[in-house]
């Protein structure tokens, strides 16, 4: 029974993708038509919704970790402190500011009647009042405006805009840059000629990199540039597409084997719970 | 140390050394400057001829350009300069355009206005340099950023994004407004996927070929564009050839080639220089340990010894004192460079990017940043906004002044967070160990706020609350019943109804393979028809004489290569003699070819990754604190 | 052992659906061909839609078929992928040496990629045999929604190997942030426990080469498999041993020795066979004119001309 039930969950979902591939997001039943789009919509509510849903299970995976390690005082603990308190200023930063954006938002809502009362007499590349719209506005309706424009042209630290701008950003492409190193050793260390297809594989390494270079093209005069762009137009365009139509058809396999209750060991239940 | 051991050692240089060398080498460039000639290839000079016959064309030019933007600060070395060229071009042509992100961070969708407002820089630049008046573009009517429209999986948004756009967006990001034609004249053109001459997708993954597969497969007229890293656009020469793709811009290498084509003469920016050297460096790096293995090979054989492969060995740790000079010299280092910004700050004013003006010398060259003070950010506001408001200018100066300090004292921040990063190089240590812990610590709680900020809130909370408050829907309410599955995660942790929490598995397995059935035919199918095309290369010409056509030649050669590779994934075939053995060994030679193509150009995408970091410390960290 | 036979329901269930879908899509191509008939300018886009459904269809026809011709015991032998030899190896290599194995899908191996599902019978083996050699095992995991898929395959794993208790001595570890924050935290785990055997399948992007070198410089035994034509590079400069493309697809039907999917792997050969010849018929058919304004009608149909296409 269990085992039905997983296999349903699974099917269920896959059916309604392959219902509106095969129908073509519509059932027609002769002039009558049912129209699918609905369940794509749904779906594609779903699937974020409940991905995110699982979030506290990172959270428990992860500070059950550290807060053991404060707590029963183990060697590692002071770089599990630093990891507790850059969490707590993170989330007090990203907190702050949603308070910050909240008191936008309220602002925003205040003056939207007065906005689209001056809304015809607004000029997007210069948009200044005073102007003649202003004069029918009511007392309340110029107090909001001017709120918002006071509230806007101040200065506001934006505690996770700072975050994300100058720790998040530079962390993330930072660790992204270090492949540039370990590309250069990985290609000096692999590079050698030990067999016929190493050695291959370097010079059409070698061809392209020196090629997609404009020292390269300098050397040349163009040969390298235009050999670097055979490798890749011709030789591994055919070898991507041969793989990629064997990967298509071997997706569509796996799939289908899925779909079917065939493959093992993606969800399993065993045999003695069933 | 015999010369045996000596060539041993220069197969195993310590990788620090080669990091040291890598870093020198790329930091050259943002000191000396120099120009190097560009090559457009073939690829480069079809995407430019493809755009300017699109924008030439009259009854696309009535159209708007739709430009998704996937790239953020980490892509930035080849994304940043391919989406201001191409950017560029659809300026200069005065093409309209709309611009927005399916990145679920602002960060991308904030890279992307900044990318704007560079090319409308340059070409204001290039339009003074060439005598001619200070052209403007005005947001709302020539431009407009729908900003983000989060979807962790691209393919599952493509469909809805280009064919119903606007009801997905509800309002622009830059003023907040409705998306109507009265508030942003734009849209008067602008209905469905009709309107659309030309989608440009430059990210740093492979989204074009999710249009492709699902949009362009209903809509084949639509034409699509792409610009991405090398190592994504090797993957897309395919949709290239078979027409899917009406353009490919190749990394940061075919930015400059774009550049060349549409600005003739310009020179290679640093950024690109150093990415230069840094593959100079990798090749010369390969070729001495390819000289030294073959000579190691030549004198062991010439000795009668075995030729045996070298030891692995272990990543030695540096010495102590090494380690602590290094990490006082980064300390003290950082410490004077907050010292004299803070000194400059106080005597000078704050740094900020130095903007073309009228009154420019065209033949000139003017330092890339300039300190400013308050009192005449305060000037320059009273001038934009006149006598009608002199406390409204005090306000926008100050305000003005406040972000870029905080500009400032976040590059100091980037830039510590970027040494301790970088110092993983040298081995483990406790710099990188905390700055690890931060990277977790501060990881997880962004992650928890984005989640609500960006899924949750506004997909699942926000219709609840409105259908609870009568403000949409009653059925709204049903959304409510997604607790009942999302619960199911937690069941991992009970010990008798464990299997509940599989359902949940199970149901993400179905959400998983169900698009692959249509993504996959609908990528198979081009490809497959695009491959059949004639391949004798031997053709008559009008004067009868016998002529070889290389377009036919090369395809040959495609479709052989496509041949030996799909035969030798063929698992139940066995070779069997010479002809089988002779095939599949055929066959890993052109996977061998091919993926010595892939790796060349992951070294461009790399290096181009690391080349902006290197600059970012030497042009804006330190180089900032010498501004005038 | 698993099971070679299915039972009734799970027979029965999948034609039934076979049949409701063939039976929906009669009624629409009937419900939709009078209204192309009205709109002529729709064909174009009904043959597409026909074509890719038909193509889907003979596919999916194609792999039931193995499937079936397995089930009356006529597979074809497959060859052996030498990647997946090799893992057995490397587990009790590390369980010599007293080190632990390391698993990973990577940081872009999300729950809504098939790739990451598809990983899970090799996570699945690694544990049955870190069980089986009482060997401790590491697995870094980026998304929280996948920390129950891998402990899933790893509680299958050890109950195979009847060592449920061994599951103490396998260590699930959630790092936040995203692909490369989790790279950079994974291989810093990687550098304090020195695992001797890292796996690596899966959804990879350019988080592979971070965890290759890492396992490079701590000398660790290393096994790479992923259809991500793209990394397979890395992983072939860097790991011991690479299992690329399709082959990452064929490892749970190797794995697992199954007779069906071991015939489907079969029908997959003779698809891919069938597509081969399709393409060599179509060339030599383009040197009659006739066939060859009918595929250029064929490609405008199914390819969009854009101005550059080669």
């Known amino acids: 029974m269990r085992r039905r039930l997983i296999w349903a969950a699974i099917f269920v979902p896959a059916s309604i993708y392959l219902l509106l591939f095969f129908t073509g997001g519509a059932l027609a039943f002769g002039p009558r038509r049912l129209d699918l789009s609905p369940l794509a919509n749904i779906i594609s509510t779903c699937v974020p919704v409940l991905t995110v849903m699982a979030v506290g299970l990172g959270v428990v995976n992860l500070f059950s970790l550290h807060g053991a390690a404060l707590v029963k005082h183990r060697p590692e603990w002071p770089l599990s402190l630093v990891v507790c308190l850059s969490f707590a200023?993170?989330?007090?930063?990203?907190?702050?500011?949603?308070?910050?954006?909240?008191?936008?938002?309220?602002?925003?809502?205040?003056?939207?009647?007065?906005?689209?009362?001056?809304?015809?007499?607004?000029?997007?590349?210069?948009?200044?009042?005073?102007?003649?719209?202003?004069?029918?506005?009511?007392?309340?309706?110029?107090?909001?405006?001017?709120?918002?424009?006071?509230?806007?042209?101040?200065?506001?630290?934006?505690?996770?805009?700072?975050?994300?701008?100058?720790?998040?950003?530079?962390?993330?492409?930072?660790?992204?840059?270090?492949?540039?190193?370990?590309?250069?050793?990985?290609?000096?260390r692999a590079f050698?000629?030990?067999?016929?297809?190493?050695?291959?594989?370097?010079?059409?390494?070698?061809?392209?990199?020196?090629?997609?270079?404009?020292?390269?093209?300098?050397?040349?005069?163009?040969?390298?540039?235009?050999?670097?762009?055979?490798?890749?137009?011709?030789?591994?365009?055919?070898?991507?597409?041969?793989?990629?139509?064997?990967?298509?058809?071997?997706?569509?396999?796996?799939?289908?084997?899925?779909l079917l209750g065939l493959e093992r060991g993606i969800v399993d239940v065993q045999h003695k719970e069933d | 140390m015999t010369i045996l051991q000596l060539l041993q050692r220069l197969q195993q240089i310590d990788r620090r050394i080669i990091y040291l060398a890598l870093v020198t080498v790329l930091s050259l460039p943002f000191f000396v400057e120099y120009a190097l000639p560009v090559y457009p290839d073939t690829c480069t000079r079809q995407t430019f001829t493809a755009l300017e016959q699109l924008f030439s064309d009259p009854q696309t030019r009535r159209k708007i350009v739709f430009i998704i933007s996937n790239w953020g600060p980490g892509t930035s070395g080849e994304n940043g300069p391919q989406f201001e060229v191409l950017l560029r071009h659809v300026l200069?042509?005065?093409?309209?355009?709309?611009?927005?992100?399916?990145?679920?961070?602002?960060?991308?969708?904030?890279?992307?206005?900044?990318?704007?407002?560079?090319?409308?820089?340059?070409?204001?630049?290039?339009?003074?340099?060439?005598?001619?008046?200070?052209?403007?573009?005005?947001?709302?009517?020539?431009?407009?950023?729908?900003?983000?429209?989060?979807?962790?999986?691209?393919?599952?948004?493509?469909?809805?994004?280009l064919t119903r756009t606007l009801s997905l967006v509800p309002i622009d990001y830059v003023l907040r407004r409705p998306l109507t034609p009265e508030n942003f004249p734009l849209l008067e053109n602008f209905r469905g996927p009709q309107d659309i001459a030309l989608v440009l997708v430059v990210s740093a993954g492979d989204e074009a070929a999710d249009v492709c597969g699902i949009v362009q497969s209903q809509l084949p007229t639509l034409k699509v564009a792409t610009a991405t890293m090398g190592i994504v656009a090797t993957d897309l020469y395919a949709l290239v050839r078979s027409g899917q793709l009406c353009g490919l811009i190749n990394s940061a290498r075919g930015a400059a080639e774009y550049l060349s084509l549409i600005d003739p003469g310009a020179p290679t920016m640093p950024l690109e220089n150093s990415m230069s050297l840094g593959k100079l460096l990798l090749l010369f790096l390969v070729l001495l340990g390819n000289v030294a293995f073959l000579l190691t090979r030549h004198l062991q054989r010439a000795g009668g010894l075995p030729s045996a492969e070298l030891p692995r060995r272990p990543l030695a740790p540096l010495p102590r004192k090494l380690v602590l000079a290094l990490f006082a010299g980064l300390i003290a280092g950082y410490v004077a460079c907050?010292?004299?910004?803070?000194?400059?700050?106080?005597?000078?004013?704050?740094?900020?990017?130095?903007?073309?003006?009228?009154?420019?010398?065209?033949?000139?060259?003017?330092?890339?940043?300039?300190?400013?003070?308050?009192?005449?950010?305060?000037?320059?506001?009273?001038?934009?906004?006149?006598?009608?408001?002199?406390?409204?200018?005090?306000a926008l100066a100050r305000r003005e002044f406040a972000r870029l300090l905080e500009s400032r004292i976040g590059e100091f921040v980037a830039a510590i967070l970027t040494l301790g990063v970088l110092a993983f190089l040298i081995g483990d240590n406790r710099f990188y160990r905390v700055t690890e812990a931060i990277i977790i610590g501060s990881g997880m709680a962004y992650f928890l706020v984005e989640k609500w900020d960006k899924v949750l809130r506004p997909l699942w909370v926000e219709p609840i609350a409105a259908a609870a408050t009568g403000a949409a829907p009653r059925t709204g309410m049903l959304w409510l019943l997604l607790l009942l599955p999302g619960s199911l995660w937690y069941f991992v942790y009970a010990r008798r109804l464990r299997w509940l929490n599989q359902l949940i598995v199970a149901l993400f397995v179905g959400f998983a393979i169900g698009p692959e059935f249509q993504k996959q035919v609908g990528l198979m199918l081009p490809q497959i028809i695009d491959t059949i095309r004639p391949v004798w290369p031997l053709t008559v010409d009008g004067t009868g004489r016998l002529t070889l056509d290389a377009v036919r030649l090369e395809h040959l050669i495609f479709v052989i290569v496509l041949v030996l590779c799909l035969c030798y994934f063929i698992f139940f075939f066995r070779p069997r003699g010479r002809a089988g053995t002779g095939l599949l060994t055929a066959g890993r030679l052109a996977l061998m070819v091919g993926f010595g193509a892939l790796f060349g150009n992951t070294v461009n995408t790399?290096?181009?990754?690391?080349?902006?970091?290197?600059?970012?410390?030497?042009?804006?960290?330190?180089g900032k604190l010498f501004a005038t | 052992m698993p099971s070679t036979r299915l039972g009734r329901y799970e027979f029965f269930a999948p034609r039934a659906a076979t049949v409701l879908v063939g039976l929906l899509s009669v009624i629409h191509l009937a419900g939709s061909s009078l209204a192309s008939e009205a709109d002529p300018t729709a064909d174009a886009g009904t043959i597409r839609a026909a074509v890719q459904r038909g193509a889907l269809a003979a596919v999916v026809a194609a792999v039931l078929l193995g499937i079936y011709a397995a089930r009356r015991g006529r597979a074809l032998p497959i060859r052996q992928i030498p990647g997946l030899l090799a893992l057995r190896q490397a587990v009790a290599s590390a369980a010599q040496v007293r080190r632990p194995s390391l698993f990973t899908v990577g940081g872009a191996g999300d729950v809504t990629r098939v790739q990451s599902f598809a990983a899970m019978p090799l996570l699945r083996l690694v544990a049955r045999l870190s069980g089986k050699y009482q060997n401790r095992l590491l697995v870094p995991v980026c998304y929280p929604a996948m920390l129950p898929v891998h402990t899933h395959a790893i509680r299958a794993g050890l109950a195979e190997e009847g060592a449920p208790e061994h599951e103490v001595a396998c260590e699930i570890r959630f790092f936040p942030g995203g692909q490369f924050f989790f790279a950079m935290a994974a291989t810093g785990w990687m550098l304090e426990e020195k695992p001797a055997a890292c796996f690596y399948f899966g959804w990879w992007e350019a988080d592979s080469l971070l965890f290759a070198e890492t396992g490079q410089t701590i000398q660790a035994t290393q096994i790479a498999g992923t259809d991500q034509l793209s990394q397979i590079a890395f992983f072939i400069a860097a790991c011991d041993h690479t299992v690329i493309g399709e082959e990452f697809w064929a490892a749970s039907a190797q794995l697992s020795r199954d007779p069906q999917l071991l015939g489907?792997?079969?029908?997959?050969?003779?698809?891919?066979?069938?597509?081969?010849?399709?393409?060599?018929?179509?060339?030599?058919?383009?040197?009659?004119?006739?066939?060859?304004?009918?595929?250029?009608?064929?490609?405008?149909?199914?390819?969009?001309?854009?101005?550059?296409?080669a």
């Open chain 2, 92 to 161: 200069r042509r005065r093409m309209r355009f709309i611009f927005l992100t399916t990145a679920d961070d602002p960060i991308f969708i904030e890279s992307a206005q900044l990318g704007v407002q560079r090319a409308i820089g340059a070409e204001q630049r290039r339009a003074l340099a060439a005598g001619q008046p200070l052209p403007e573009w005005t947001y709302g009517v020539d431009y407009l950023n729908l900003g983000m429209l989060p979807a962790p999986v691209f393919a599952s948004i493509a469909d809805t994004l």
């Open chain 1, 89 to 188: 200023l993170t989330f007090w930063a990203c907190v702050a500011q949603n308070r910050l954006d909240a008191r936008r938002r309220q602002l925003q809502a205040a003056a939207q009647a007065a906005r689209a009362e001056v809304r015809t007499f607004q000029n997007l590349s210069d948009p200044a009042p005073p102007d003649q719209a202003l004069r029918h506005l009511t007392h309340e309706q110029r107090q909001a405006l001017e709120d918002l424009q006071a509230f806007e042209d101040s200065y506001h630290f934006e505690p996770r805009r700072f975050y994300a701008t100058y720790v998040n950003a530079p962390l993330a492409s930072t660790v992204m840059a270090l492949l540039g190193f370990y590309i250069t050793y990985a290609a000096y």
């Open chain 3, 264 to 309: 489907s792997l079969g029908a997959q050969d003779l698809v891919k066979l069938a597509i081969l010849f399709v393409i060599l018929a179509g060339i030599l058919l383009c040197f009659h004119p006739g066939f060859a304004a009918w595929i250029a009608a064929a490609r405008e149909i199914f390819v969009s001309r854009g101005t550059g296409g």
């Open chain 2, 606 to 622: 790399r290096l181009a990754w690391l080349a902006p970091r290197i600059g970012f410390i030497w042009q804006e960290w330190i």
């Open chain 1, 192 to 258: 050698r000629l030990k067999s016929l297809e190493a050695t291959v594989m370097m010079l059409s390494a070698a061809v392209v990199i020196l090629g997609s270079d404009p020292v390269g093209g300098a050397l040349s005069r163009g040969i390298l540039p235009a050999w670097a762009d055979f490798d890749n137009r011709v030789i591994a365009a055919g070898m991507q597409r041969g793989l990629r139509l064997g990967i298509a058809v071997a997706t569509i396999a796996v799939s289908l084997r899925i």
């Open chain 2, 338 to 394: 907050t010292a004299i910004e803070v000194f400059r700050t106080t005597h000078y004013g704050v740094v900020r990017q130095r903007l073309p003006r009228p009154g420019d010398d065209p033949a000139g060259r003017y330092a890339p940043y300039e300190r400013v003070s308050l009192g005449a950010l305060r000037s320059q506001a009273q001038q934009l906004s006149g006598a009608r408001e002199p406390d409204r200018a005090a």
